[in-house]
Each structure stands twice: as structure tokens, then as C-alpha cells.
């Protein structure tokens, strides 16, 4: 079982991970980090649908990045 840290660092890492790629369904989209009900999710930006989602609080403010799209 992990602890509180290494599925803190683990989240972190996945979120990182799916950041950096492309949308499975509409593959076109790019995925980034949004507010899905409630949770933390990574979301394609164009068909929205949720890749993965979080419950984890500590990550319930995301800030909203900048995104240069160019
Ligand atoms: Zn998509």
C-alpha cells in the first residue's frame, strides 16, 4: 500500500506524463489538467473527455496556466 507522499508524488507524475500527450479519442486534442465534477482530471481540451481523474484534495487548486498556443 502506498502512503500519503508516494501516491501524492505518483499523481504528480501521471499528471505530468499525460500533460504531454494527445487525446486517444479525437486525436487531436491536447490533454491538460482541468476541474471534471469536483475532481482533478486530465481533460482533452477539444472533446473533453476525461483521461484520468483524481480525488486527491491537495490537488484540488489548480491554478490556471497561461497556455501560448502557437
Ligand atoms: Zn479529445
Same mark, same amino acid.
Given at each position: 500500500?502506498?502512503? +500519503?507522499? #508516494? #501516491?501524492? +508524488?505518483?499523481?504528480? @507524475?501521471? @499528471?505530468? *506524463?499525460?500533460?504531454? %500527450? +494527445?487525446?486517444? $479519442?479525437? *486525436?487531436?486534442?491536447?490533454?491538460?489538467? =482541468?476541474? $471534471?465534477?469536483? *475532481?482533478?482530471?486530465?481533460?482533452? %481540451?477539444?472533446?473533453?473527455?476525461?483521461? =484520468?481523474?483524481?480525488? %486527491? +484534495? !491537495?490537488?484540488?487548486?489548480?491554478?490556471?496556466? %497561461? !497556455?501560448? #498556443?502557437?
Amino acid at each position: 500500500m502506498l502512503d +500519503r507522499q #508516494s #501516491s501524492r +508524488r505518483m499523481t504528480q @507524475l501521471v @499528471l505530468a *506524463n499525460l500533460e504531454e %500527450d +494527445r487525446c486517444h $479519442y479525437c *486525436n487531436g486534442g491536447a490533454l491538460e489538467v =482541468a476541474a $471534471y465534477k469536483g *475532481n482533478i482530471a486530465i481533460v482533452c %481540451d477539444m472533446c473533453e473527455t476525461p483521461m =484520468a481523474q483524481f480525488w %486527491d +484534495r !491537495t490537488h484540488a487548486a489548480v491554478e490556471d496556466t %497561461d !497556455t501560448n #498556443s502557437g
